[in-house]
């Protein structure tokens, strides 16, 4: 179920409870972009985002990067000025200049993804935690001779998945 929807200069950013989509359905979506498909991103994969509220006079953007994204720079200009490699850049949305809406949404949004992104990350070191205690347990009930070591190494195989 869709969450928040943000319409943004060079396509829409789509945002769900596991997953944000970017689309270019947007006239200049499809200039910057041309017929790509869109892009989905699920918060466990991402790395982090990049933030620039848009002001009165100058554009924002909101990029997401995951593990081996290439490095692209965001010239956000004064007056809406708005490089081209910032505009092709498929993981990044431009938020226009001039739009009072626009500033508060989007960091709305921002927030609302930056909170999902340590949900999924607090998420993975709990259970690496609690797979690890599960294995000293079963350890522990190996060197009491309680169960086998093919008991165990199945147990540990199992958790280690």
Same mark, same amino acid.
């Given at each position: 179920?869709?969450?928040?929807q943000?319409k943004?200069?060079?396509?829409m950013l789509l @945002?769900?409870? &596991?997953r944000?989509?970017i689309?270019?359905?947007t006239? %200049?979506? !499809? @200039?910057?972009?041309? %017929?790509?498909?869109?892009? #989905?991103?699920?918060?466990? &994969?991402?790395?982090?985002i990049?933030y ?8 924002g953007y909101?990029?997401?990067?995951t593990?081996g994204?290439?490095?692209?720079k +965001?010239?956000i200009g004064f007056?809406?000025? #708005?490089?081209l490699?910032?505009?092709? &850049?498929?993981?990044?949305?431009? $938020?226009?200049? !001039?739009?009072?809406e626009?500033p508060?949404k989007?960091e709305?949004?921002?927030n !609302? ?11 993975i070191? +709990? ?14 009930l ?5 169960i086998? +070591?093919?008991?165990?190494?199945k147990?540990?195989?199992?958790? $280690?998945?």
């Amino acid at each position: 179920m869709e969450i928040f929807q943000l319409k943004c200069t060079n396509g829409m950013l789509l @945002v769900y409870n &596991d997953r944000i989509v970017i689309s270019r359905n947007t006239a %200049l979506g !499809f @200039v910057s972009q041309g %017929l790509k498909g869109d892009r #989905t991103f699920f918060y466990k &994969d991402l790395t982090s985002i990049e933030y620039k509220k848009p002001s009165i006079w100058a554009n924002g953007y909101i990029k997401f990067l995951t593990s081996g994204t290439i490095e692209t720079k +965001q010239n956000i200009g004064f007056l809406g000025n #708005t490089t081209l490699e910032a505009a092709k &850049d498929p993981n990044t949305l431009i $938020l226009r200049a !001039f739009n009072k809406e626009i500033p508060k949404k989007s960091e709305e949004i921002y927030n !609302f993804i930056l909170k999902k992104i340590e949900e999924y990350k607090t998420n993975i070191i +709990q259970t690496n935690i609690s797979n690890a205690d599960e294995i000293m347990k079963f350890k522990k009930l190996l060197d009491e001779g309680i169960i086998t +070591q093919e008991e165990f190494e199945k147990k540990k195989k199992e958790l $280690l998945k």
